[in-house]
């Protein structure tokens, strides 16, 4: 798909001529899928409609929107107060340079570049960098322990590390003896605390390979195929060790280019990154989607899920925003704190004004909830109310897990679709209702399968002074929960605190309870407080749709579930295992008789 090149005043100062966006070849390929970090798959490609787009690189979509776009601003970083911006041609330069450092620092072709560290604009350039040279960019969850680091960078074959600041390095520098493809480790913020060979300070990383002729970088981006892996996405690793998710050019840009034109996505597109870039929606909606359609990625603080981000969404006024769902019940929460001490006018204003804006969201949101345009969803082996596995088919399905073919020939059948271990069912008018997760299902000792999340989420729907809740009894003669209460957080460790929220407090006054502490609540067992959880649950227990689906007993937890405290992952999702071996004694005092 060849374009015509505008003219762009300092277009020049830039190396094009080279770079067209001309067809692409795709490297020779029978089968759907590999684990070979070299091998390349056959594309899902169909003929006619989205799913028949020419393949591209994401090489070549970033050098189609620098050709279209080159002076608008494509990152903006807050420093000293003001938001700095870098436009596209500024942006493609930059990780043309870091391109040339890495392979000045001997990266070899399709080993790993790890990053490990909070969103910025570095992040982006490293990972795009990466890319550039012949590598594959792998993010390395910030929260990662030393041991967790090791086990990503040795399994990608890591020549570089690229960390955010010495408390990341520090990590590295403890396990580094263990990686044997190390070459070298870029800090892409702050000083660093000591000199020493094959560590690099962001600025002299970036100044490395100037003297790279652009040839040789030339030719290397040229050589990419659209069907071969450029970017690596490690699984949390809550059910077993972490798997090199593969992803191929092709992967990301026609996700990109499929889910923005659902969307109807301009280049007048404003996003805040904040979530872990190495979990793949923040990749494709902070970096791709913004270079697919011309659009610019704010840069929250890195305190951001702790209290910053609605100053900075206040700020910024995204045009499009993504959360997991407890970012979104974070923020519902911070609403209901503030709408509580407002006054009775402000308080029917706001009614109004959010019933305004839910009506109007729902109009925007008709037609979301099915299968994306280009693509196939089929149940397996649905049980009696049409729920049952959700597989995939089309050309967002990934290549494979890098060097694990068996649990690459689990996840994707003989016919090529994927299983994604998700739990739902399709309506007849073919809206998609995801219902929880197959591991995640509580299999009672009468072998009865309970989803959790739906008997979880109706609990907390009831009670808002409830911030987590987590169904127990696997081959258990009977259903118990977990609970937690809403509590305030230390905006600098993350942990949470004995103090109740504002709302949770105002619901205790509610209910004639005096308690404004956790420990409070469970150590006078608060009549009032209790009571209430008990008829919550009663209510939820009618709906049940047998006796072993209903819950029996719970408890209150001492503290709320966090990151810090390692019950939550990176992305706020919850981990099942950890906690259930953290309050084991708790679960099984549930059961004795």
Not at 95 to 113: D, M, N, Y
Not at 126 to 132: F, H, L
Not at 273 to 301: E, K, M, R
Not at 440 to 445: D, M, N, P, S
């Amino acid at each position: 798909m060849a374009l015509k090149r505008p003219s762009l005043g300092n277009m020049s100062s830039v190396d094009l001529e080279d770079e067209e966006c001309t067809d692409v070849q795709l490297a020779l390929a029978d089968c759907l899928w590999t684990t070979a970090r070299d091998g390349a798959v056959r594309l899902r490609m169909e003929e006619t409609g989205i799913a028949a787009e020419p393949p591209i690189t994401t090489l070549q979509l970033f050098q189609r929107t620098v050709q279209l776009c080159g002076n608008k601003p494509a990152l903006a970083t807050k420093r000293g107060g003001q938001w700095e911006t870098t436009t596209y041609l500024q942006y493609y330069q930059q990780c043309r340079a870091a391109a040339k450092s890495f392979l000045l620092l001997g990266l070899e072709p399709f080993h790993g570049v790890g990053i490990l560290g909070f969103n910025s604009a570095e992040w982006f350039i490293a990972d795009i960098g990466a890319i550039m040279a012949g590598g594959l960019a792998v993010g390395i969850y910030a929260t990662s322990s030393p041991e967790a680091c090791q086990y990503v960078a040795a399994n990608c074959e890591a020549n570089v590390l690229v960390v955010e600041n010495h408390q990341q390095l520090v990590k590295i520098l403890e396990i580094e003896d263990q990686l044997p493809h190390l070459k070298a480790i870029v800090q892409y913020h702050d000083e660093l605390n000591e000199e020493r060979a094959g560590l690099y300070t962001w600025k002299d990383f970036m100044e490395l390979g100037t003297g790279v002729p652009d040839s040789k970088l030339d030719n290397i981006i040229a050589s990419r195929k659209a069907n071969q892996c450029c970017t690596l996405i490690y699984t949390s690793g809550t059910t077993g060790r972490p798997k090199g998710v593969m992803l191929s050019h092709d992967n990301i840009t026609w996700v990109t280019k499929a889910f923005g034109e659902s969307l109807n996505l301009t280049d007048n597109e404003v996003t805040v990154s904040y979530l872990p870039l190495s979990h793949v929606a923040a990749q494709i909606l902070d970096i791709w989607i913004p270079i697919c359609f011309g659009g610019t990625t704010y840069f929250a603080n890195p305190d951001a899920l702790k209290g910053t981000l609605v100053s900075t969404l206040q700020e910024v006024r995204p045009t499009t925003f993504f959360g997991v769902p407890r970012v979104w019940e974070k923020i519902q929460e911070k609403m209901k704190d503030m709408g509580s001490k407002s006054s009775f006018i402000k308080q029917k204003i706001s009614s109004w004004a959010k019933k305004i804006g839910l009506g109007a969201n729902y109009n925007r949101m008709n037609g979301c909830g099915r299968c994306l345009v280009g693509c196939m969803i089929r149940i397996h082996q649905p049980q009696e109310d049409g729920a049952g596995e959700i597989c995939y088919w089309g050309r967002h399905v990934f290549m494979g897990y890098l060097n694990m073919p068996e649990m690459t020939m689990e996840a994707l059948d003989e016919e090529g679709w994927l299983h994604s271990g998700d739990l739902g069912k399709l309506d007849q008018d073919g809206f998609l209702y995801v219902t929880g997760r197959i591991k995640e299902l509580v299999i009672t000792a009468g072998g009865e399968n309970v989803p959790p999340v739906p008997i979880e989420d109706a609990l907390k729907e009831e009670l808002p002074i409830i911030s987590n809740a987590m169904l127990v009894g696997d081959q258990r003669k009977f259903l118990s929960m977990l609970l937690t209460l809403k509590c305030t957080v230390d905006v600098d460790t993350g942990e949470p605190q004995d103090d109740l929220t504002a709302e949770a407090i105002q619901f205790c006054q509610q209910l004639g309870s005096s308690a404004t502490r956790v420990s409070e609540v469970i150590g006078t067992k608060d009549p009032a407080i209790y009571e209430v959880i008990q008829e919550a649950m009663d209510r939820v227990n009618q709906k049940a749709l047998s006796n072993a689906q209903k819950v029996q007993k719970w408890a209150i937890l001492g503290k709320d579930f966090s990151i810090a405290g390692g019950e939550l992952g990176p992305t706020l999702k919850l981990k099942r295992p950890v906690v259930l071996s953290m309050y084991e004694k708790v679960i099984d005092g549930f059961y004795v008789s």
